[in-house]
């Protein structure tokens, strides 16, 4: 037969799809089996042999000599005289064994022996990606931009496989062009249209935890353990960490001296604001912790009901609630507990910080009074209107406006 190498037909075919060479042999051995099939019936009396080193593909097929008139069944069975034209040295019993030619099957199965090959390798293809990144999940994976959307970023691994990062899977100061090298963790796997599907994203409490264990040895060592982790992607992230060893500070271990391991992942999350914890199964603690960097003067617990009130002095409310909410929000998101934020009341030693007020008096004119010391309420208060207007650069009738929001505050 000629010499018709199949596999380095497939050369470049393989290589780009990184397919190993025993699955493309594998592979077209069925093809050529169902060739086998279809022209004699059956391939049980065949063998389909495919050289490792070369590619040559060799098929021989047994059939048992019968006495003339005697053969029942041309696929299994040949007569005497017709085998004798082959081996005159052949007698009735013995088998007859014949190479079949690549032409005997016509050009038009050899073209579609190649587009079948073609087809089950995509289909291998396909299956392997998706085994390979379904086994990931979890993992960070670095690519490439490939192509920018309104909705979604086209991203391509080392080899060339396709990652999808929806826009709802960006940090929200995320902007990536061609070219761009990105960093996400493997957040889903699914085949859709027989074709694999890998969402990846940058803002799943997992892609911070795989930061933390890139940057930090003794979380990625078992050493110090993430309890749990809480995000506002792009603004405030809370992670409670414990370890088991007591020479060891796991919050210390994280944030690095001064700062050094933590300002990487601050970085990576486009200046995320991100607060380390130690976890405590003493649940008034953990909440303490993370409200922080508000101080808490008391905290009472209702466990029935999953809530707790805290109570704080009035300059720490605002740092309590934090910017847009997040550090309250991701505090009960992380202690599973609703908070409920009270001012603390004492009679006579009540004060309010003037920047709580900053919805009613305009910024300018509470910079004013910081300018000369009065930062609190009650600071204010304490000072007749002319000795404001004569400290200060506002007009009377400011003054005078200042004065009646800072009195209904304690009226």
């Known amino acids: 037969m000629s010499n018709i190498n199949l596999i380095d037909s497939f050369q470049e075919f393989k290589d780009f799809k990184n397919i190993d060479r025993p699955t493309v042999i594998s592979v077209l051995e069925e093809v050529f089996r169902s060739m086998i099939r279809k022209k004699f019936g059956t391939d049980e009396n065949c063998d389909v042999i495919v050289n490792p080193d070369n590619g040559d593909l060799e098929i021989w097929r047994t059939r048992k000599v019968m006495e003339d008139g005697f053969s029942e069944d041309d696929d299994l069975e040949i007569e005497l005289a017709e085998a004798r034209q082959t081996d005159a040295d052949l007698e009735v019993g013995d088998e007859f064994i014949e190479q079949i030619t690549l032409e005997s099957f016509g050009r038009r199965a050899i073209l579609a022996a190649r587009q079948t090959l073609v087809s089950k390798i995509l289909e291998l293809e396909k299956d392997e990606i998706f085994r390979k990144y379904k086994d990931r999940t979890g993992e960070i994976v670095t690519g490439e931009v490939y192509q920018v959307w309104k909705k979604e970023t086209l991203v391509l691994d080392d080899e060339g496989n396709e990652l999808i990062l929806p826009k709802t899977e960006q940090i929200p100061a995320d902007y990536f062009k061609k070219g761009d090298t990105v960093r996400a963790v493997i957040l889903s796997v699914d085949m859709v249209n027989s074709s694999p599907k890998i969402i990846i994203s940058r ?30 992607p792009g603004e ?139 930062d609190t309420a009650k600071s204010i208060l304490a000072l007749s209107t002319d000795e404001l207007i004569k400290r200060t650069d506002l007009e009377e009738s400011t003054v005078k406006e200042v004065l009646n929001i800072l009195k209904a505050e304690f009226e």
């Not at 997992?206 to 353990?225: A, H, K, N, W, Y």
């Not at 020479?247 to 994280?254: K, Q, Y």
């Open 203 to 232: 803002t799943a409490p997992e892609f911070l935890q795989r930061l933390f264990e890139m940057e930090v040895p003794e979380i990625f060592d078992g050493l110090i353990t993430i309890k749990k982790i809480v995000r506002e």
């Open 236 to 374: 405030r992230a809370k992670v409670a960490v414990e370890s088991y060893d007591d020479r060891i500070d796991p919050v210390g271990a994280c944030v690095g001296m001064k700062g050094s391991r933590i300002h990487g992942i601050v970085r990576e999350l486009k200046n995320e604001n991100i607060d380390v914890i130690n976890y405590t199964n003493n649940i008034s603690l953990y909440i303490q912790r993370a409200l922080s960097p508000a101080r808490i003067t008391t905290i009472k617990l209702d466990d029935e009901e999953k809530r707790a009130a805290v109570y704080l002095k009035p300059d720490q409310v605002s740092l309590a609630i934090g910017r847009g909410g997040h550090n309250i929000k991701l505090a009960g998101k992380l202690t599973g507990y609703e908070i409920d934020v009270y001012r603390e009341s004492e009679e006579d030693e009540e004060d309010v910080d003037i920047e709580e007020f900053a919805d009613e008096i305009d910024s300018w004119i509470i910079d004013e009074f910081k300018r000369i010391g009065l």
